[in-house]
């Protein structure tokens, strides 16, 4: 399971809020991936 797929899936399950995918970006995940797990536009 890639990382993305571990943060999509701990968001959808109520496990991370989106500050805690925010904080994510460039460790984790890209920008366009916070756009795809959260449907938000990365600030």
Not at 4 to 22: F, N, Q
């Amino acid at each position: 399971m890639s990382r993305r797929d571990k943060v999509g899936k701990y968001y959808a399950a109520g496990l991370w809020t989106l500050g805690m995918v925010r904080n994510a970006v460039g460790r984790w995940i890209t920008e366009a991936e916070f756009t795809e797990i959260t449907g938000q536009t990365y600030k």
